[in-house]
């Protein structure tokens, strides 16, 4: 009787692994294009195994300095990826110079990328910063970049060329949380880097 009431949690344990596995295989299959837009902010959004940045607009950044949503009516197909626009001139922009309006590391959390840690960012928290578009995974991620941006823009773009562009996200991420760069710091110490800068009590 024990055996037959023990089943279920031996057979209900693989099955969750299994679930959790193919959340992730999800999220990394969306990110992963196998073309050189890897890796990618993406998500799978229904018949869309590959939506970047949730669907919001990549051109309107520039054009409106506001993250706008885009309409499954105006999309477009980039190198295995798809964008959507708030409207057919935003698309048809994108369609002409499609490398002009991608936002920086490709979507990523650019405070992620100074530390060689690709992180999804939220489309809503960007900075525009000399006609580049730099997306952030909140506030708290924002204010951190913000201490110094000519330094983190800096170590954001060697690391982005010299070792994320082309590596599959959940083994970067993995590796790099693991084996830090030297320069890293943790939220916490980010949080209180922001509060001193601003003369808050850390």
């Known amino acids: 009787m ?33 073309s050189p837009l890897r890796p990618v902010n993406a998500v799978r959004d229904g018949d869309q195994s590959r939506l970047v940045l949730r ?28 964008y959507q626009f708030a409207t057919a001139e935003n698309r048809a922009a994108f369609q002409r110079e499609p490398q002009r309006y991608q936002p ?7 405070t992620g990328i100074v530390y060689a840690i690709p992180v999804a960012g939220d489309p809503t928290v960007f900075k525009r910063i000399d006609g580049r578009t730099f997306i952030f995974s909140d506030a708290a991620s924002l204010a951190a970049f913000e ?23 959940s083994w970067q991420s ?18 209180r880097a922001v509060a001193a800068a601003q003369g808050k009590p850390g």
């Open 174 to 191: 993995l590796k790099r949380r693991i084996d830090r760069v030297p320069h890293y710091r943790s939220r916490d110490e980010l949080a």
């Open 55 to 82: 669907g919001y607009d990549v051109v309107a950044y520039g054009s409106q300095a506001q993250a706008v949503p885009g309409l499954p009516q105006f999309r477009a197909e980039y190198e295995g990826a798809t």
């Open 104 to 110: 920086a590391y490709h979507g990523f959390d650019a």
């Open 2 to 34: 024990n055996a037959v009431l023990r089943r279920p949690v031996r057979l209900g344990l693989p099955l969750l692994a299994v679930c959790l596995w193919l959340t992730g295989c999800n999220t990394m299959l969306a990110q992963n294009p196998s």
């Open 147 to 169: 201490l110094d941006v000519a330094g983190n823009i800096a170590m954001a773009d060697r690391y982005w060329k010299d070792e994320v562009a082309g590596s599959m996200t």
